[in-house]
């Protein structure tokens, strides 16, 4: 199994520790989301998301030579809504993640999500 694929089923089956394993101790986190983002509330966020969501499917995965796009579905009770991952790798780590939300989706959906 690969970096990627490693923190994708990590994160997707609720496993924090291996999350945090896998995330590089500087890795640059940026997200569309109305909130500051570090390593730790990006692990939090991804908690919330595998614990509420019904399902967490990856629809697209395009890798790189030094990363993957991704593309999942989080199946709500209510309704579904959309993320786009970008991930860079280097040394074995995730360096870098960018999250674009659905942010419509995810307001009406999972609702709370990212507030604290």
Known sequence: MDVVDFYVESWINDDRDAVRRILAPDADIEWNLDAPVDDEELVQTLHRIAVFADSVTVVSRV??????????????PFGAA???????????????????????????????????
């Open 63 to 76: 890798r790189s030579a030094d990363g993957a796009a991704l593309v999942y579905d989080l199946a709500a």
């Open 82 to 116: 959309r993320v786009a991952e970008f991930l860079s790798v280097a040394a074995g780590k995730i360096t870098e993640v960018r999250h674009v939300y659905d942010v419509t989706a995810i307001d009406r959906f999972f609702p709370g999500l990212y507030e604290n």
